[in-house]
Structures are given as structure tokens and as C-alpha cells.
């Protein structure tokens, strides 16, 4: 049993920030929550995606699984203006998802949640550095990065308390670096890892530029990046894997 | 002989509404109008353009007709701005018709009427239900039907008093729904037609968001559509013939 | 030696002049200014730009001359906004070009200026006509002419006291005309050359609309171009050769 009442806007970004990544994905329909997990068919990127029942205008769930093609259910649901109510409505029987809204009703052919890959273990780590900046300062870097270079470093300088977005390309080099002063909050510590640029700036397409994101980094470890959606009634991980640094 | 004056986007919009359907066509240059019919190559749609004399600033025809490349005089007047007067003379003797406006006077070789696809006749039929919406709403059922199928089922619930435009892809349904409050108005009766969604896409781009637009439906015939340009001293009415409904 | 702070829009504006043009320049680090002269690779069209000391902030140099390639140094400067500053400074060691701005430090690797097509010499040529407008009017007057052509003529009609764009295509023409009213200022004289669009069209992408173009033209010559950068404190000018006109 899944029935909800949802801002169109609400879903959608917490939708957008799956669809960066995968394709298809399953959604759990928990009792006090709505939530996804993917991982890219790589390997190398991971969503964890929690939507709080408090985010919905109404929620009713009693713990199933469904799977979605997320460019399908995005465009069902787009067809919603920003502030606009969307119903979700799941029919057990054809397994179909009815989406309605004022005006439109649809229906949305659900995937056998078994066909979709597995879900991923975000694993807890022990990351000795966190930055907290906005959402236009994380886009800032990577662009200036993705002029030079297909992959990035993330630093911390803990002496100079700094966060740096570095990227070496074959002739041409760019730091982007953002003092204590200019970040929210910074927890220096020893981190200093090497990522690529396309998981990254699909992430970031997600990241409001306006939203309050936390960045967890290590020495040659995954960082994960999250921040808050649907005003806080909801939260977006993402996690990456390092690449190897070659000297 | 042809002499007339005639603001830009009054020109432009009556214009688009046979550029979406064909590429040449025949002018009309008669007494009391100026008028356009055309088919396009399928012989699915056809749109039947009426610009009275009073859509002029001024103007002067005594019945002759002239083929024009619409894109080509498309691109002509779009050199003017919104608001900006637009002169047309037909020059009989190089079967040129000039354009003239604020500081650019430009010439367009017209092309031989007996060239171009015959007019079609717009038949009188008697279809048993009129739907009067806005451009708006019938853009957004358009929308909705394109995310699932090429095609589209127009079709009036009587005894609901209401307008549907449905759509029935291979896994996913779409159902537009306009009850009587949200039309302006509606003449119920037997209603229900399957047409390409293709040429209701292109129709729909000519027509304006904030036309009152009229739809007149019957069970598997061709449907019509009219709204009013030039504040209405012109009107504009499509007509497309419906696809067979397999069971 | 070269060190200068300079608004990121000048800079821009100013590359962008010669980038229309070619992929790769030598700028002259002169003590007065920084100025560009470069050729297309046919030979047909030329810029030499001179940004003046005073278009800086501070200005440093003393007479070296640099290889870029104009769309990385333009990307590295396009991640300032409009009215952040830019600091160059010359790495004379690495032979790099150090980029700053707040909070993005990049590395620009140079070119061998050896290896870049000689600078032209831009000739004084007596042209007969001076005509002055605005370039939002230049701007019309290749937007009429590229609807029917590829090449375009210039023309000043000494008589009328009026400045023609004019392109006859295979079947259509167009001409904008300027009537000393709505120029700036003109002085007449026998000017009338074709040009091709190609160039011209190159050029106006870079001329600020709103920016007062000073136009000298001959009988069948060169036409030359020039406008104002950086509030007057610096200085563009295109040089275009004519195409012979066959009869």
C-alpha cells in the first residue's frame, strides 16, 4: 500500500538527485519514509536519498518496494507546476503507478524491482575533514576544474585552514581554494584526495546553488557529499569513490 | 494589384499558423481579405487562414493570387520588430513582392501559384460537440499525451460534461481532463476521435497560449480547430483527419 | 615582465575582438599597452586591438610579446564575473601565465609566438567615406543581408546623404539603408565594395551593440572597422578585403 500527497518541486529535486546517477532505480516505500539507494553502473558513484514522511503533504506506506524509470516519473511528475500537489497513487494489482495531478491523471508502468541492480552498502567512514560551503561555491570549483582537466583534487591544507579544488591538466592548472573565512563551517584534518569529474559534475547538476552542502574527505578515500532537500524533511548523500593518484 | 500595411506580429502570427504545416503555399489577395488555404503532403492536416482588411493598416487587392516560400517570408518580416509596420506591394511586372519597413527594403521572388500543392476544400461537417478552451490548456493535455504515444484520443464524457485528451502508450496512460469549470465552455455530445499526435504538436505551436481556441469533435471524423488572430479580424481553423482506431 | 589587475568584462571584451578572428595570437606586452594583431588564416580579415595602460588597474610591462590560446585564456577569465578583477602575471621561467581572481588561482601554458602566423600589417589606406553608427544598426543591417546572400555589399550613396547594406541573393534582395538622419555621422564620398558575410558576421558577434562604430570605405577596397573598447581606453579595428565584384 503506497499513497502520497507531494509539492511537484519537492519530488522532482529529490528525484534529480537519483537521476544524475542511474537510470532506473528502486524506491522504498517505508512507513516513515520514502528512500533510495543506486550506485552507477561503475561502481564508482553512490545516492542515498531520504525523504521524510513530514516532506509530504500526505504519506501512507507500509514498507514495499517498487522500481521506476526515473526519465519517465520525472516527466510525469514535471507536468506539475513548482508549487503544484502530485498523487501518488500505487495500484498493487497491475503494479502501476497512478500519478495525478489537477487536471492529469497518469499511469506509470513499474520495473521489477528485481531487474534493477542491487542496491548499495553506503559504508561509514572514518573521514578526518568536513567542509561545509553552498551548493555555488562546490558548481565554482568545478567548473574552473573542468577547464584544464577529467578529474580533481580535493584538499584540505589544515595549517592554512583551506578547502582546494585543484585540477592539473597537461599544460594548464587551476585552485580554486576557499579560506575558513569564506566556507560555513571547517573541521580540518588530513584529506586530500583525486576524483573524476564526470561523477562529479553530475552530482553537482543536482546540488541546489543555494543549498548548505557538507563535503567528508580523507587521504586517497571516497568523499561523500550531503545536504538537506524538501526544507530539511529530507536528505541527499552521495558518495565516491577515490581514483588512484599516480605519481 | 496588392498594397498593404500591416504590423509585424500580426503578419508573423497569422503566418505560423501555415508554416507549421506546409513550406509553400497561395496567398489570396482578395478584395475584403487576404487568405490562405493549404494541406500538407499527407493529406492529414489542413488549415484555412482568413486576414480581413481591417487587420491592415491599410489595405489594397483586387483578387490575385501569389506563392510564396513561408520561411522565406517568415524571415523577411521577422526583421521587424513587434510593434512595427510592415509594407507589402506586389510588383505585377517581376512577380516580386516587395517588403518594406523602417530602413530595410527587401524583394522576395514569389513562386508560380500552379507549382504549388492544390488548395484543399475545407469540408462542412456536422460534428456533434464544440469544446472552447484556452491555448494554455490544450498545449498542456498536447504535452502530457506526447510523454507516453504519437498518438492521441480527443474525446467528450456527456454525462460527466467534460473534455479528455488521452493518451495509451505501450506500458503508460495519460488522461488530460477538463470538466465544464474549467472550460469556457463545452456542447456535449458524441465525441470521440483518435488523431496523429504529430500534427496536433505542430498546430499547437502556431496557436497562442492566451487564444480561446475552439475544438469541434465527432465520433472517429476529423476534427476542427479555430481561434482568432489580429484581435480578431482574422481566424484561423485546422483541420485534421482522425486515424483508424484498431481494437 | 608583465603584472596587471584589469575589470574581467574589459579583458573580455577585448579578447573576444580578435578571437572572432583566430584561435591563436602573439599580444605585444608593450609599457604603454597590451595590443593584438592578427589575420585570419585566408588572409582576408584583420584585428588590431590596443587596450592602453589606463584600461588596467595597474599595469606592469616592459615590451614582451606572448603566444595564447584565446578560448583557454578566455575560459580562465570567464570564471570571473562582469565586474571582479583579474590579475595576470607572466611567469618568465615557466613561460606560464599566472590567472587570479578571488578564490581561483590557474596556470595558463603559452605558445611559442614563433609558431604563430605572423602579425599583419594593418596599411593606411585613404579611404573615401567615414560613415559613424550605432552597432546595433551594423548588427540589422548583416542580419538582412545574411537572409539572402553570402556576400554583401557596401555602398554610400554621396547623392542622398544615405549608407547602404545591400545583398542580392538568387532570387531575392535586400537593402538597409541608413539616411544621415539616422547615422551618427557620414562624410560622404565614393565608397561601394562587396564583402563576404562570413567576416562581417565574425566581426559583429564582437562589436558591442550599443557601441558607436566608425565604418571607412573605398571603391572596391578594404573596408575598416573600429570602435571603442574599455570606456575609450582602448581601441578595435578590423580591416576586411574585398571580394572583386564580377558584372
Keep these: 500500500m503506497f499513497k ?14 537519483v537521476s544524475v546517477l542511474v537510470d532506473e532505480c528502486k524506491i522504498r516505500l ?36 517498487i522500481g521506476v524509470n526515473l526519465a519517465k516519473l520525472e516527466d510525469f511528475v514535471g507536468m506539475a507546476s513548482g508549487d503544484q500537489l502530485v498523487e501518488l497513487e ?53 567548473k574552473a576544474a573542468d577547464m584544464v582537466s577529467d578529474h580533481v583534487r580535493l584538499r584540505v591544507d589544515a595549517d592554512a585552514e583551506a578547502f582546494h579544488i585543484e585540477a592539473e591538466g597537461d599544460t594548464d592548472d587551476v585552485d580554486f581554494h576557499l579560506d575558513a573565512d569564506d566556507l560555513i563551517a571547517l573541521t580540518p584534518g588530513a584529506a586530500d584526495s583525486l576524483f573524476s569529474l564526470d561523477y562529479l559534475k553530475d552530482m553537482n547538476k543536482a546540488i541546489p546553488k543555494d543549498a548548505e552542502v557538507t563535503i ?16 530539511g524533511q529530507g536528505n541527499v548523500t552521495y558518495m565516491l569513490a577515490p581514483r588512484i593518484q599516480s605519481d
Design 30 to 65: 517505508n512507513e516513515e519514509d520514502l528512500s533510495i539507494r543506486a550506485v552507477d553502473p561503475a561502481n564508482v558513484g553512490m545516492v542515498d536519498l531520504t525523504l521524510d514522511a513530514a516532506a509530504f503533504e500526505s504519506y501512507e506506506a507500509d514498507g514495499g518496494v
Design 4 to 17: 502520497a500527497i507531494v509539492g511537484a518541486s519537492t519530488l522532482q529535486d529529490a528525484l534529480d538527485s
Design 90 to 142: 500505487l495500484d498493487e494489482e497491475t503494479r502501476k503507478l497512478n500519478i495525478r495531478m489537477d487536471g492529469l491523471s497518469s499511469t506509470l508502468a513499474l520495473i521489477d524491482p528485481d531487474s534493477i541492480r542491487q542496491e548499495p552498502d553506503i559504508p561509514d567512514l572514518d573521514l578526518s575533514a568536513e567542509i561545509v560551503l553552498e551548493g555555488a561555491q562546490l558548481d565554482r570549483g568545478i
Design 216 to 231: 567528508e574527505l580523507g587521504e586517497e578515500f571516497p568523499v561523500k557529499i550531503h545536504y538537506a532537500v524538501a526544507e
